[in-house]
C-alpha cells in the first residue's frame, strides 16, 4: 500500500496553519515588520493586536488573559519608531517615510 506524501503533507501545513490563534499570526507579522524596520506597518499591526485584545475582554475566557504578551510588543515597537526618528532624514527630493503614533491602548 503507498501513501500519498503530499496529501499528507498539506494535511500538515493546514494544521499548523489553522492551529495557531490569529493574534498569534498577527504577532508574528508585527515582529516580522518590527525587523525590517517597517514602522508603519508595525504600528498597523499593533492597532490590530490591541483591538483583538481589547474585543476578547468581553469574551468568556478574556478576562484570564493577561497583557503580558502585548507589552514587550509595544516596547519593541516604541523603539523601531525612535530608531526611525533618530535615522538622517532623506533629501528633499526623496521621499522620507512617516512615523505614523499608534493609538494608546493597554499597557
Known amino acids: 500500500m ?38 508603519d506597518v508595525a504600528c498597523g499591526l499593533m492597532a490590530v493586536l490591541e483591538h483583538m485584545w481589547l474585543r476578547d475582554l468581553d469574551a468568556p475566557w478574556g478576562r484570564r488573559r493577561n497583557v503580558n504578551w502585548l507589552l514587550p510588543a509595544r516596547e519593541r515597537l516604541l523603539h523601531e519608531i525612535a530608531l526611525a526618528e533618530a535615522a538622517p532624514r532623506a533629501a528633499p527630493d526623496q521621499t522620507a517615510p512617516t512615523v505614523r503614533r499608534f493609538p494608546s491602548g493597554p499597557g
Request: with cysteine; charged share 25%.
Open 2 to 39: 503507498t501513501v500519498d506524501t503530499s496529501t499528507r503533507h498539506a494535511d500538515t501545513l493546514e494544521a499548523e496553519f489553522f492551529g495557531r490563534r490569529l493574534s498569534d499570526k498577527v504577532l508574528v507579522a508585527f515582529h516580522q515588520a518590527c525587523a525590517q524596520h517597517d514602522v
